[in-house]
């Protein structure tokens, strides 16, 4: 996937962790829902009972929209969550 970041602003250390088995870019500092985005994801899981896809929403810890398993701990919201160099994510969209 492309990197939507603006290219302009300096960031901190690249570094990588690894989304539903797949490297991506991320950089210190960022949530893993910036990475995320960033990398171009827009599902992030699908509703349970209408199978609807779902994306983030408010992007500040209210919703659980953006709940997935990081590091092995389910229903951690990736809004909150600041990224690591090898950090695991498992969407829950993984079909």
Same mark, same amino acid.
């Given at each position: +996937?492309?990197?939507?970041?603006?290219?302009?602003? $300096?960031?901190?250390? $690249?570094?990588?962790?690894?989304?539903?088995?797949?490297?991506?870019?991320?950089? $210190?500092?960022?949530?893993? #829902?910036?990475? #995320?985005?960033?990398? *171009?994801?827009?599902?992030?899981? &699908?509703?349970?009972?209408?199978?609807?896809?779902? /994306?983030?929403?408010? /992007?500040?810890?209210?919703?659980?929209?953006?709940? +997935?398993?990081?590091? *092995?701990?389910?229903? &951690?919201?990736?809004? +909150?969550?600041?990224?690591?160099?090898? +950090?695991?994510?498992?969407?829950?969209?993984? $079909?």
């Amino acid at each position: +996937m492309d990197d939507l970041r603006i290219g302009s602003i $300096k960031r901190k250390q $690249k570094i990588t962790i690894i989304v539903d088995g797949k490297k991506i870019v991320a950089y $210190k500092g960022e949530t893993v #829902l910036a990475a #995320l985005i960033a990398s *171009g994801y827009k599902i992030l899981k &699908t509703n349970p009972v209408s199978h609807e896809p779902r /994306g983030a929403f408010c /992007g500040m810890g209210i919703c659980f929209e953006c709940t +997935m398993t990081i590091d *092995g701990v389910p229903n &951690t919201r990736a809004c +909150m969550t600041e990224v690591r160099e090898g +950090m695991t994510v498992e969407t829950n969209d993984q $079909k």
